[in-house]
Structures are given as C-alpha cells and as structure tokens.
C-alpha cells in the first residue's frame, strides 16, 4: 500500500513539472495552432509516463494520473490539445492490455469531452478559474470516473480506488490547475500589455508629424514612422543612435542646442522653427515641442519631441503675400469702375467711387458725390427695373450673378457695362458692405452680337442644305443642331431631336460602343474620324445607308461643337445595283457574241458544202432533198445567231431596208417556246406594211424586251397582241398590247428613266424601256406609252417609212452549168479549221486554186515569200492581229489586192475598215455558194 502511494506521489511529481513545461509552450505566441498540439502531445506523453511507472491494484489494473492530464489539457487547451492528449493515451492503454482495457475505453473519452465542454463554459462565461471552481470541476470528472469504473469492474474492485480518486487526484487536480490558471492570467495580462503597446504604437505612426523619445546621451530609443521616413532608414536602424548618424552643420547644431535646456533643466521647449532636410536633400520646415521624461525618483532620464511639418504652410503663406501684392498692384492699374458701399440695417450709408469710374462712365467720383442717384439716373430706362431690383436684392444680403446692363456716359455715348458685386458680412452673419466692379464690356457685346448674327446665317445655310442631314453634338453626345435634311432623312422632327443623345436617335446598338469611343477620341485629339459609310437607324427602325463626314468646331469661351453631315446613300446603292445588273447584261451579250460567232463559222462550214452540192444535185433526187432540208436547217441556225447578235450589239451597226413584220415574226419564233409560252399571242399584222430604214438587230432587242416586259406584267393565259399598220404621212406603227397589271400615274412619269424598275431586285435593270426609247429615237422614230393601272399598257413604236425599192431582189437559185469556170488564185486567211476545209471544197469545186493561212500573221508571211493571189478573203475575228490589225498591213504590202471581209457581225467597226480601205468587200457570215460565187466574180474583169 505504501509502495503504491509513493508510485502514486511520482506520477504527481509528473503533473508538476508538465505544468512548468506548458507555461514555457504558453509563452511562444507565434506557434498559435502549433502550440495546441505541442501541449496535446506533451500531456498525452506526460500521460504515458505516468504509466510507465503506475500504482497496480490487480492484475490489469493500474492508477497513474492520467484522468488528470486529460481533463486538465481538454480544459485549458481546448479540443485540439484535449483530443489528441487524450487519443495519444487512449492508444497506448489499449496496447498496454490487462483487465483495465475496459474502463480506459469508457473512461478516457469522457474525461476528454467533460475538459473540453468546461473549456467551453469557462471561455464562454468569461470568469477567472478560481480554486474552488477547479476543484469543483476535478470532482465532478473523478466522480463520473468512479461511476464508469463501478459499472466496468463492480464495486468489490473499485472500492479500492475509492479513496485516491476522489481525495488524492482531486487535490492533484487543484494544485496543477491553479499553476496553469495563474500563469493564464500572466499571460493574458502580457498579451493585453503588448496589445495596448501596439495600438499606442499605431496610433504615433499614424500621427502626420515627428514623434520620438531620446535618453539623456541623446540617442534614440523610440521613433514613429514619420521619423523614419525622414531619416530613411528602418526604425531598427535609427533606435541607439544619435543625431549626428543622420545631420551635419547647422542642423545638427540647431538640433543639440534645442534639446541641451530639456536634459540639463528639465524645460519644456516650444521652437517655433527648425529647419531639416530628408534622406533626398529636401528642406523642410518643422515646428517642434520638446518635453522632459522623469524616472520614479524625479529625475530627468531623457525627452521626448513633436515636430510638425509646416512646409506647406510657409509655402501657402508666401504664395499669399505674393498674391496679396500682386492684387494691390493689379488693382492700382485697373482702369475698370470699382465702388465700395457701405450698409447699416440694410441701408446704404456711403458710396465712395474709385479713380476708374470716370474712365468707365465720364463721370467723376465728386459728381457721384453731388448726385446719390446718379448710378441709376445714368442706367439706361429699358435696365433700370432690373437694376432696382438687384439693388434691392444685395441690401437684403443676396448673393447674385454679375448684372449686364446699358449706361449713357457723361457725354452721350450708350455702352454695355458689366457690374460684378462682393458681399461683406461679420460673424453673424450681418451685411457690412459690398464692393462692386464695373467693366465696360461693349466691345464683347458687339463680339457677341456678331457672333450671334453669324451662327443665325450659318444655321440658316445649314438648314437650306436639301442634300445633306447636317447634324450638330455636344461633346457628351447631346444633339444641338438638327437642319431639315436630317429631319426627311431620319424621320425626326427637330423638336424631338435636339436634346437626346446621339446614340439614342440613330445609332445602332450593336455599333453604339464603337462610335462612343471614336467620339471620345475625336475630342481628345481634335482630329475627327475619316468620312465612311455608315448604315443608320430612322425612327421607324429602319435602317438607312449614308456617307458621313465630321467636323468639330470649336469658338472661343463656348464649348466645341462636333458637325455631323449625313448624306443619303440610298439612290446611289440602288443605281451600283442596277449598273451591276446592267454589266452582267453586258457582260451576257458579250457571251452571246461570242457563241454567235463560233457558231457562225460553224453553220458557214455547214451551209458553204450544202449549197455547193444542193446545187450540183439531180433535180429531185434524195441527195438534193437532203441538202435542201441541211441547208433550210442552216437557215434557221443563221436566224438564231443573228438575233443572238442583235442581243449583243450596243449601236446601230447596220442600217438597211427592213419589214417590220419578218422582224416581229422572226422575233416571235425566237421567243415562242420560252418566254411567250405561258401566254396566248395574238398578231394583227398589216400585209402592205411600208419598209423602214434600220438596224434589224437593234430593233430585234427593242421586240424582245417590250415582249418579255409584257409577259411578266401578265399572269398566266394573259393575251399579247402585236400589231402593225400604216399612218398618214409615209409612217407606220408597232403596237405591244398587254392586258397586265398596267402601270399608276406616278410609275407611268418615271417608266422612262434609266435604272428605274417596279421589279424585284434582281428581276429587272430598269434599262429596257430607256434603251428602247434611245433606240427608236435613233430610228427618228417615236415612242408612246399608254397604261392604266390593272387594265394593261400598250407601247406604240412609230418610224419613217422608206422607198420599198431599196429591198434586194431575190437571187435565182445557181444551177450546175451556171458554176464559173474562170481560175482565181484565192489567199483564205481563217484560223478555224472548219471554214478552212468547206471553203477549200467550195472554192476548188468553182475551179479556183487555194492557199490557206491560219492567221493574219501567216498571211503577211506568204505575201513577204512572194504569194501573188488574186484575191485574200480574210477572217474579221482572229487571234493576233485579226482581221483589223491584218488588213492595213495587206493593203500596205499588196494596195491594188482586192480583199472580201469576212464575218458574223457586220457591226460599225467593219464598216469602217470597208470605207477607210479602197477595194474591200463585206461578206456576212454564214455565207452560201451563190454569195462567195457573185462576190468573186465582181473581182473578174468583164
């Protein structure tokens, strides 16, 4: 028994010194978390030391303190420390095993969970842990232990450590938490005494002036952080120095000499200056208080100082006194009016006038003097309700704006005046007096006026600008200036623009940031953004395509203007439109050139051999049948290409007798299993229609488009009807006759105009009428439109008639015997292999010989080798040089050389060539024997 109470006083020896070693852990306030683990792990070791040497009772069963540790950890350290004291000692009780396994696994936890709870409590409440509240709390855990052990191990075996638990750990218990707790209120009174040091210490810091403390050598012992920027350096670095470590010279000296009376004599120094310059080389002038420190026994152990910058301060005070002089000698060289007018009780009881106001008014201050009512007598009478007013207004003590008014001077003369008044009043508040300035400002009201009357004339241009919205912005974006234009283009009246903002009215949204910063920008740098189209908003919402073009405008004493014109991009946008659809156009009969031309010399090959063996045939054989049928089919062909020709030619390349009627029925066949296929087609046709002089092909494509206008006016199964007849006066008409949707009145006045068109876009140039109209104009022919809306349009061609003698008789058929015999050297110069072989065929078979070359260059080639023809038919169309750049070579190298000038379009250009060159023949393509025969033997002498 004795031996186990001295294990038992061992392991209370533990507690003992557990306790001194927390404290030290308690000390180091950096280790914060750290600290709670380092005390769990301390006691859950002092725990395992504990039972290293622990009091047996019975097999398994040992006593050793360790509800102490735990519920003492739990209950000063908190549920980090508790917990894992209390999981350290749970850990190794349970690998220590025996009999008491049991208790320890009910016995720990709870010990663990009551510390921490009182851990709670005590922090909670707030309370000092005094003795008998920790012996209180050990009894209660020791208590709840018993029962724990009582239910684990029955009573017979806990009745043993009925007594050491409840008296011994108890008191244990009591003596270690009071070691604990008493260091606690230690520690809690350094920490608040560091807090406070702290606070104290960020309050001189943040003190705008100089704070430091020196002991009596003069070195530093506290400095502030105003101290340390002067000095530049760290606090650290300036502590245990003295003055000399950071000023020289006169400062220094200053510096001792102000401190010596506050550590020799203990005064209070109060220097009103000191000058010191910071760690850059900067001056700056401090005031400074200087107070002595005393120890317990009264004597002086060192000072401590403020010093104030009041740098500024003197800076301040002398930019005033300069300000001060300047405005003395200002206002002794003023020439403006100045008067001073003293009030008592809200009346004025002197005027006194300066030198000025005879400068201003003609009058001097002695006749100001004689006549108290001059000021207003010389008001001019449309001023002076107001000026009684504003008089009235500054005795009451009312601030107010400087009055503009008129005065007639002493000797007649009517000037502006501007009278600018400053009140004076004591510290109640009471009007003392007020000081006026006059200052004649007639000049600057004529400025103004004219001014005015220029903005008046340069608005009224604005607004009679009709093809441009002339637009004007405050530099934040508010409308200004809204002229007429703007108002048609956009939809807004000039009321309901001119104070919204820009960006609000006709800007889109999704460029509404954009143009923001490019305005920005704009008044940033003066330079206004390029002129670019913009599409814009109206305000139905539609959107509008316009030029735009900024300018800003910027007038002296007035805020810049930024110039906005606008310019309606509307026609021009459908004009590229058309002028594009009218290229694709061109670009179409281009194509149809081009195919018409290979297809000439395609149908040439072709009808030249038919014609020469229909020709050769027995009459009524199978063999001249059959080229009869190739040659009509040759016809035909020839037909189709010519319109194709006609499609693509722009002038009037070739005038000669035409009717009207084979025009129009060739025109019909040409179009009736396409466009006038969905329509039914009515012709009343004269059968003694004169002929007319023109361009089959030109007039071909005026058929064509009026018959294609009238079938898309009409729905399907509408009737078109063609008509000739003839007129008085040797004239005939062509009428196209629809039953469409007929054109109203409005459309009917422009149906004329290039580029107009009521059809969709892409459907529809709007060049189809005014090409006709120009050329039947070329015809000297006229043209007359009739429609009525929904009952259809007819278009009246009339033309001159000509002499029906002009027409070509028809040429007899060529017979074999008919074939001439006469020999001619032939030069064929054609780059297409096709005419090539039909015209060697035809021209062997009319007893010629041939000398074939395929270019123009060729040709010149043989004539240089010596080639003498007879005759050259020569190629219009050719690679290189062609038949063009050809033919004024041949008729350089061979001039009396008879030439026949071949082509598919018999357009101006070969015209030309025919008349600017002697002995030169057109022969159209596609050409039959019968032509090639006759032209070849005009070239035969008679």
Not at 11 to 29: D, E, W
Not at 447 to 463: D, I, N, P, T, V
Not at 797 to 806: G, K, Q
Not at 849 to 870: N, Q, R, W, Y
Request: with cysteine.
């Amino acid at each position: 028994m004795i031996s186990n109470l001295v294990e038992l006083m061992n392991n209370l020896a533990i507690l003992v010194a557990l306790s001194l070693v927390s404290g030290f852990i308690r000390q180091r306030r950096d280790l914060k978390v750290w600290g709670n683990i380092l005390q769990g792990v301390l006691f859950g070791g002092a725990a395992i030391l504990g039972m290293l040497r622990p009091v047996a009772w019975g097999p398994g069963l040992i006593m050793d303190g360790r509800s102490v540790m735990i519920s003492l950890c739990g209950l000063f350290f908190g549920p980090i420390a508790g917990t894992l004291a209390g999981g350290i000692t749970l850990l190794y009780r349970v690998f220590l095993g025996g009999q008491g396994v049991a208790l320890t696994l009910w016995g720990i936890p709870t010990q663990v969970i009551m510390g921490i709870g009182f851990y709670y409590w005590w922090t909670h409440k707030g309370k000092p842990l005094t003795a008998l509240r920790l012996y209180g709390f050990s009894v209660a855990i020791h208590l709840v232990f018993i029962s724990i052990m009582v239910a684990v191990l029955g009573f017979e075996t806990s009745r043993r450590f009925l007594i050491p638990v409840l008296v011994a750990y108890p008191l244990v218990a009591l003596l270690i938490g009071k070691i604990l707790s008493t260091q606690e209120v230690g520690f809690r009174a350094v920490e608040s005494l560091r807090n406070n040091e702290k606070r104290l210490d960020d309050i001189l810091n943040s003190v705008d002036a100089l704070i430091y403390i020196k002991d009596v050598q003069g070195r530093y012992t506290y400095v502030n952080r105003k101290v340390c920027e002067l000095f530049g350096h760290t606090a650290h670095n300036i502590i245990g120095k003295r003055d000399d470590a950071f000023f020289s010279g006169g400062s220094l000296a200053e510096i001792v000499q102000s401190d010596r009376p506050v550590i020799e004599q203990g005064e209070t120094i109060a220097r009103e200056e000191i000058d010191l310059s910071d760690a850059d080389g900067r001056l700056h002038t401090f005031w400074s208080v200087k107070i002595p420190l005393k120890d317990a026994s009264g004597a002086v152990c060192g000072l401590c100082g403020t010093s104030t910058d009041i740098t500024d301060r003197k800076v301040t005070e002398a930019a005033l006194r300069d300000s001060e002089e300047r405005y003395r000698r200002i206002t002794e060289g003023l020439t403006d009016y100045q008067y001073r007018v003293r009030v008592e009780h809200g009346q004025a009881m002197e005027t006194t006038h300066g030198p000025g106001c005879e400068t201003i008014t003609g009058y001097s201050a002695q006749d100001f003097a004689d006549n108290s009512y001059l000021w207003f007598t010389m008001i001019a009478p449309e001023d002076r309700d107001q000026a009684r007013v504003l008089a009235a207004q500054r005795l009451n003590g009312q601030d107010s704006d400087p009055f503009e008014h008129r005065i007639y001077r002493k000797d007649g003369a009517l000037r502006w005046v501007s009278d600018t008044c400053i009140l004076h009043r004591d510290g109640e508040g009471n009007l003392l007096a007020y000081d006026g300035v006059v200052e004649d400002i007639t000049e600057r009201k004529a400025s103004e006026e004219a001014l005015r009357q220029s903005e008046e004339r340069f608005h009224g241009l604005l607004q009679s600008v009709d093809f441009a919205a002339v637009k004007s912005y405050a530099p934040d974006g508010t409308t200004l200036f809204w002229n007429k234009a703007s108002e048609r283009l956009f939809g807004y009246s000039a009321e309901e623009a001119v104070g919204r903002s820009l960006l609000d009215l006709i800007i889109p949204k999704e460029m509404q940031a954009d143009v923001k910063q490019a305005m920005q920008k704009m008044w940033e740098t003066g330079q206004p953004t390029p002129a670019s189209e913009l599409s814009l908003v109206r305000k139905d919402g539609s959107r509008i395509a316009v030029y735009s073009s900024h300018a800003i405008v910027r007038v002296p004493g007035r805020e810049p203007e930024m110039f906005c014109m606008d310019i309606d991009l509307t026609d021009r946008k459908r004009l590229e439109a058309q002028l594009h659809q009218s290229q694709k156009m061109e670009s179409l009969g281009i194509l149809a050139g081009g195919v018409a031309h290979d297809m000439n010399n395609v149908l040439a090959a072709v009808l030249g051999l038919a014609s020469l063996h229909l020709d050769i045939q027995p009459p009524e054989s199978s063999a001249r049948r059959a080229f009869a049928t190739i040659t009509k089919a040759c016809d035909r062909g020839v037909s189709l290409i010519q319109s194709l020709l006609g499609f693509a030619r722009k002038g009037l390349a070739e005038e000669k007798a035409l009717d009207m009627n084979t025009l129009i029925q060739d025109e019909v066949r040409l179009l009736e299993r396409t466009t006038l296929a969905r329509v039914r087609l009515e012709m009343d046709l004269a059968a003694d229609l004169r002929p007319i002089q023109g361009d089959a092909s030109a007039l071909t494509h005026v058929l064509m488009n009026l018959c294609v206008n009238a079938v898309d006016a009409m729905a399907v199964n509408g009737t078109l009807t063609l008509r000739t007849r003839n007129l008085d006066d040797d004239w005939i008409e062509v009428q196209v006759e629809d039953n469409g949707c007929g054109m109203s009145k409005d459309v009917l006045e422009k149906a004329l105009n290039p580029f107009f068109t009521t059809k969709e876009p892409g459907k529809g140039t709007g060049l189809g009428l005014s090409i006709a109209h120009s050329t039947i104009a070329a015809h000297h022919g006229r043209m007359e439109i009739q429609s009525e809306l929904g009952r259809g349009t007819t278009i009246s061609l009339r033309f001159p008639a000509c002499d029906p003698a002009t027409f070509e008789a028809e040429v007899a058929p060529l017979h074999r015997g008919e074939i001439s015999q006469a020999s001619l050297r032939v030069l064929l110069v054609d780059d297409d292999e096709l005419i090539q072989g039909s015209m060697q065929a035809i021209l062997e078979t009319l007893g010629h010989t041939v000398e074939i070359a395929p270019s123009g260059e060729a040709a010149l080639a043989k004539l240089e080798e010596g080639l003498e023809p007879d005759v050259v038919i020569l190629d219009m169309n050719m690679p290189g040089l062609g038949g063009a750049g050809t033919l004024p070579c041949l008729r350089r190298a061979r001039p009396a050389l008879p030439v026949l000038l071949a082509t598919g379009r018999a357009d101006q250009t070969a015209l030309d060539l025919v008349a600017a060159h002697a002995m030169v023949t057109l022969m159209p393509k596609p050409f039959g024997i019968r032509e090639l025969q006759r032209n070849l033997e005009s070239l035969q002498p008679r």
